[in-house]
């Protein structure tokens, strides 16, 4: 795509909740930026700390992993664990010096098309300053 | 044709090379490497061993060797990349890791010539730096043939006199170097000379290592395959690659494809060092591993040096720098590893 | 203070009285001045044995070659094994139960208490001494140590010479022994992470050009896997083919290995093996600080854990290798977690 | 062998055409590595379109296909069963959803185009690595468990037991019953309430596949559908039912005075009692909390008078255990606790009440025979202010839920106020009226127009006693003026709350709760008396605030549901569950800690899964240090193809 640069964003989406909420978003026919593709998974517990590296290798500009609420998951439990899992990789990003803008955890329930839809577009305006994320991008 | 260089003149001299890369042992952190070095005055010479041998500069760790991307329909088109480097010098480079080239040489020359390795080998100058005092407690190169002034593959050989520098010309690169510079160099004096004889005949005796008899060991090891020495020895090792990966003389290589994306098809063919202390070095897909321990692993390491290399180019593949010795994790010492082959019984 | 003779004795009454098949300790070796392992099956050759601050290395590292070695054996001899275990590497040794990697039986544990002192930072000493090649270093006049070089001898004290990771040590006495030599007071430390400051202090650039630098030195010759007691997969993600392979695994299945890391010792590649070494040992690490010692080049490594140690202390109250029967870090949470960083 | 891979993106009319270029999405994806066969197609779901789908399957005989089109949560199952129909595994079919998540959401058609491809090619790579799958089958206990013995439960438990399937039905307390049988009469038809309940109540015990567990609790809940081990608390009433001739000789004699839960405080009752003369079953209990001791040396005075011995001082508590297939949930609902309500007075003036008391004061079984008689002095009120809204729609200080019945029971309390006081004057301070529902706004025209009930639209700002009268201070918002009255009595419509314990049983059963700890529907619309756990459903107030009809129209929902399941020999469980890999294992048991479903154990020092109990999460493989467990068609190899995918490197 030519013209302004255009942020690439992985979002890993658990089934039950932030995937039905982004459905809910189209549904509705909320507008947001195309600059997301969702990776849906069966629950944020489920995303592996090598999903989100190898995003950032594959040369993902940023990174969004969300998940149903705090005592909302699907599977009882598998968000308190990410939310443990998740907060070590990203103190791990920012303490190799990664932008801690570049990595985002939220919880959207499905009926949160409208916290979708805002998520992105924040993600994508604080992600456009920062140009290309090039750190961990493998060389080509 | 064996000339004077003021330590001073060194920085000069090298300014005055123009049209080669220099490489020469820097200081990063607490340790010295080879690196490439833009400004003389960083340049200085009375350094210990580096951690790495200049190897990496004619035998990098990671080479490209082709290229390669799907077309339109799909069909993978495959380009070949062969380095062109410039024109380089290494200096001050420790005759033990010199001699360790001539043994590249053997290895990557022979019939089939190794395209990657000889384009940057013809295009380098290797200035060296006789060991007047020995760079590693380790150090044990007279018991592997070489010497602290050796001269074998080096193109020039400088030795320490206070506040210049003994400079010797072996070769017709060397001379060349030289001459592109003459007017920093002046002959040296009669005092001059035998003040360099004297250093490089006392240089030897102040290596402390040494394996006796060395030359019993590759007849010995030819049957010492099944030998218990090897788990005995082997019980400390941690199965790391320090041993091989900073040896002047370990050459090994693993070839593999690394795609940048998998659609549209893009990627390379790379080749990178490997190790025969890892356990893939020798895994077979069927998930037999004939190596399966380290007893194994080391074995192939001492029977490669000191066995097989002699059979198959008439030399140790070992110039005694000692790096392995000093750098295990754990001690592992060759000396005494081959000290305890030629004893066993 | 420990007494040697009495760590020899106890090693060889154990030995004496087959209770184990051998003891892993420390002796002088001939490669250079920190102490190499020995591996004692002999009760007559005891004498090997020293204790002293060049017993750097984390013995129980040995106890994954013991567990492999009996998994290779047709009839496994099942006897424990002694080794000889600091503070740090009891921590590790507790990991590895509550992983139920290896059983308390297997290990006859012989502590040794470090008192207020510690074991030394050989990269320290060579600082002090520019330059010089050092030829020999005396570590059996503590408090203080004699290092000579080309032009002599000097005394100095060890205190000036320690670890970062023993001025930082949260367990200067095992925490799990058979046996204990040594005095059991705790050694009071100011700041259990002073050594983060440094680089915390730095901005996130500047702090990806320290790393980006050191981790561009990285020849990847795995020293810190290997030297890693916590590190015991039998295939890492750095590895290049599958060592799970079965009788019926299908080419497919080999095929499919996932290369996470590429073997090239390229800038994302190494951020890639270092960053997920660091993930994989959160909660893990007990800061034997055998990763930084055996690096060839001296990156830093030790920090990358010590960020995500503290990580687990300050956010989770974790503290790994002191609770070997609770759930690990990352199997487990609390309610109460933070959850600040989420939206 | 490599896997030939069809795509089939579909237009959905302009749903998705509209923004996206579907034929350039089809054209590229053709050229994706893998890609055997690609097509578009206006509605893909047709029978048409899946019929394309099949003959491409046959023809280019292709291994696995991706359709692109709408979330998965509608056309997953239609193209698994085309797939199947076409003669491969149903899991060999993954959806790239480009409508929700890209059609709908975006206006550049450029953009748009290639993120639409991103997310098939993902799918596709996906896909490639699917395994083909076959439902796990499960076997099932063909007995359901029944929570809770109001109307809801009750209803379930026969709508179950008469088609067939044995039932046990748990209550908590002495009788089954509920909050209905304390109801006087019920809205909008003001049929007697004990009249319409208690012969369902008495059916209930007489049923032959009904086992009654009064005064139980249960305890805990293990297995899964089909197959759950439950353990119940039965707690010891020592009195033996059968012996006991209810000749009441008991009660005379017992020293101790307790409130009276079944007034709710206004009257009081002995330690040794029966709840209500209609109780089922009809027995007495000894309540030990307020008897003295089970020992006749402390009092025994029960014992003494009771001729057919049925008192046993030596009965205990027992745990039963009960394996049953499904589980129904009807523990029904609390009124929003008086504590928090001290601003309206409520538990500090006598003559201020809730609304169950208010029906305990009309009921002819209740206190007063069913005379509206003021608590303090028996006097009968003639004004009496009811006050809706206590404690619902006031996110700020209370729920912010509307409790959904008050209207209506507020509008039938004025009104048989006024049938029982001609000459009294009902007040009634309301925000809204809700009465939608069968003859539920006639109702309320009635208590206006009717009754002359006098309705202020405006909230009560003050309570309080003064003399014998009890002030009422509030505002009619649509006056605009204040309002002060001087009333007899005062009627709280106090916010109906999951009942006491509900939160804790539902934990223990991995059944998740909204956020004011209502049990939470498996979908709102879709799926209204499901949990999200499979074989666990709900019924009445328990789920959310509801009036009778509803609560027995709910209960007869989650009897069927829970019939659906016991009617079947085996059921079948998705194989998206986690596989582990014996040689990478370490048996270090992170998996087992993390899995919510215990469906991971060590055996001989390595992690094995029990495919039944296992949903599929995925926490353990994202926990496992050796990627050595994965769950099936998610794994990670096929996330780290996805990623790649997605990034369109």
Known sequence: MAGKYEPTIVAFLCKWCSSAGSDLAGVSRMQYPPNVVPITVMCSGSVSPLYILNAFKKGADGVLVSGCHPGDCHYIKGNYFARRRIALVKELLEFIGLEPERFKMSWVSAAEGTKYTQIIKDFVDVLEPLGPQMKLRREQ | MDMILQKKSLAPWLERLEGYDIYAPVRQDDIWNYAHVTDGRDIDLGYPNTVQSPKPIIFPQCETILEFSASEDGTPVMREVIPEPNPFVVLGMRPCDARALTLYDKVFGGDIKDPYYWKRREKGILVGLACTVPPSPNCFCPTVDGSPCSTDGLDILLTDLEDRYYVESLTKKGENLLNDAKTLFKAPTAAENKAAARIKSESEKKINRQVRQLAEVPPKLAGMFDASLWDEEAMSCLRCGICTYLCPTCHCFDIADELSSSSPLKGRRI??????????????????NPRPDKASRLRQRILHKFHYFVVNHEAYQCTGCGRCISLCPVGIDIIEVLDKVRDYA | ????????????????????????????????????????????????????????????????????????????????????????????????????????????????????????????????????????????????????????????????????RCLECQANFPVVYDVLLGDKSRKKVDEPFGSLEEIESMAAPQRWEFWQEQLGKCVRCYACRSACPMCYC?????????????????????????????????????????????????????????????????????????????????????????????????????????????? | MKKRTGVFVCHCGINIAGTVDVEKVANNLAKHPGVDHSEDYVYMCSDPGQNKIIEAIKEKNLDN????????????????????????????????????????????????????????????????QNESLEPISVPVTRRGLVIGGGIAGIQAALDMANTGYEVVLVERSPSIGGHMIQLSETFPTLDCSQCILTPKMVEASKHPKIKLMPYSEVQEISGYVGNFKVKIHKKATYVDPDKCTLCDECTKVCPVVMPNEFDIGLTGRKAIYIPFPQAVPATYTLDIRGCPGLVPIACGKCADVCEPEAIDYDMRDQIIEEEVGAIVIATGYDLYDKVNMAEYGYGKYPDVLDGLQFERLLSASGPTQGQVLRPSDHKEPKEVVFIQCVGSRDPEMHCSYCSKICCMYTAKHAMLYKHHVHDGQAYVFYIDIRSGGKNYEEFVHRTTEEDSVLYLRGKVSKIFQDGDKIKVWGVDTLSGKHVEIDADMVVLAMAMRPSEGAQELAKSMKVSMDKDGFLAEAHPKLRPVESVTSGIFFAGAAQAPKDIPEAVAQASGAAAKAISILSQDQLFHSPMVAKVTLNLCTGCGMCVDVCPYEAISLKDGKAEVNEVLCEGCGTCSATCLRAAIAVRNITPQQVFEMIDASIGG
């Open chain 3, 1 to 164: 203070m420990v007494n040697l003779d009495d760590l020899k004795k106890e090693a060889k009454r154990i030995l004496q009285d087959d209770k184990v098949k051998y003891v892993v300790g420390y002796t002088r070796s001939s490669a250079g001045p920190l102490a190499s392992p020995v591996f004692i099956e002999d009760p007559e050759k005891i004498g090997e044995l020293i204790w002293d601050a060049s017993c750097v290395q984390n013995l129980a590292k040995f106890l994954l070659d013991e567990k492999r070695r009996k998994g290779r054996a047709k009839k496994p001899d099942t006897r424990p094994i002694a080794i000889v275990v600091k503070g740090c590497d009891s921590r590790s040794v507790n990991v590895l139960l509550q992983e139920k990697y290896i059983e308390r039986k297997d290990v006859f544990l012989l502590g040794v208490s470090c008192e207020d002192l510690g074991v030394v930072d050989q990269k320290k000493i060579a600082q002090r001494f520019e330059g010089k090649t050092i030829q020999d270093i005396k570590f059996d006049l503590s408090p203080e140590l004699a290092v000579t070089t080309e032009d002599g001898t000097v005394k100095l004290p060890i205190q000036e010479v320690l670890a970062d």
């Open chain 3, 234 to 343: 039998d295939e890492c993600v750095v590895d290049t083919i599958a060592f799970a392979v079965a009788a019926d695994t299908s080419a497919e299945e080999k095929a499919q290995k996932i290369k996470w890391i590429e073997k090239s010792p390229t800038k994302s590649e190494n951020f890639g093996y270092h960053m997920v070494r660091a993930i994989h040992l959160a909660g893990r690490c007990i800061d034997c600080g055998e990763c930084e010692r055996v690096c060839p080049v001296s990156i830093p490594l030790r920090h990358l854990n010590k960020k995500l140690e503290k990580a687990a202390k300050q956010l989770f109250d974790y503290n790994a290798g002191f609770e070997p029967d609770k759930p690990a870090l990352v199997s487990s949470f609390r309610d109460e977690d933070p959850e600040d960083f989420i939206r």
């Open chain 4, 65 to 128: 296909i991706v359709v692109a089109c709408c979330s998965p949560t509608l056309h997953e199952s239609t193209f698994r069963n085309a797939a199947k129909a076409a003669g491969i595994n149903e899991f060999q079919s993954e959806i790239a959803n480009i409508r929700e998540q890209c059609s709908w959401v975006h206006k550049d058609k450029l953009k748009a185009t290639v993120k639409a491809e991103r997310i098939t090619k993902s799918a596709v790579e996906r896909v490639k």
């Open chain 2, 271 to 288: 080749r990178n060092w490997d190790t025969c202390q890892f356990p893939d070095f020798t895994m077979h897909s069927s998930g037999h």
